[in-house]
């Protein structure tokens, strides 16, 4: 059995605005939907399911992967357990938010 992922701070963060702000725009049961797509694709990501592409080279090791109209912004640790990093909305542009 696959590890949980690990959350920093900034990307709970993250996910309690993408709620705030679906909820204001969609309503209370998109926002639930929303939210819990994002947090089941950093499950599948963490159980591997679903697989990340690198995209900069600065950040050796981060990984990025699209669900929804978010980026799920990733690393493996030396344990191999997933930190979730962020959770940016795809206009942003990635690097300037890490």
């Not at 701070?9 to 998109?30: K, M, V, Y």
């Not at 639930?32 to 399911?49: F, S």
Request: include cysteine; charge should be positive.
């Amino acid at each position: 059995m696959a590890k949980r992922p690990l959350y920093s701070a900034r990307a709970e963060g993250d996910l309690r605005r993408i709620f705030r702000d679906s909820l204001r725009l969609f309503g209370p049961e998109q926002a639930r939907r929303y939210a819990g797509r994002l947090r089941n694709g950093c499950e599948q990501i963490a159980d591997g399911r679903l697989r990340g592409q690198a995209f900069d080279a600065d950040r050796a090791g981060y990984l990025r992967k699209l669900v929804g109209a978010h980026y799920i912004v990733f690393r493996f640790g030396e344990d191999g357990r997933m930190y979730v990093v962020r959770i940016l909305h795809s206009r942003m542009n990635l690097p300037d938010h890490l």
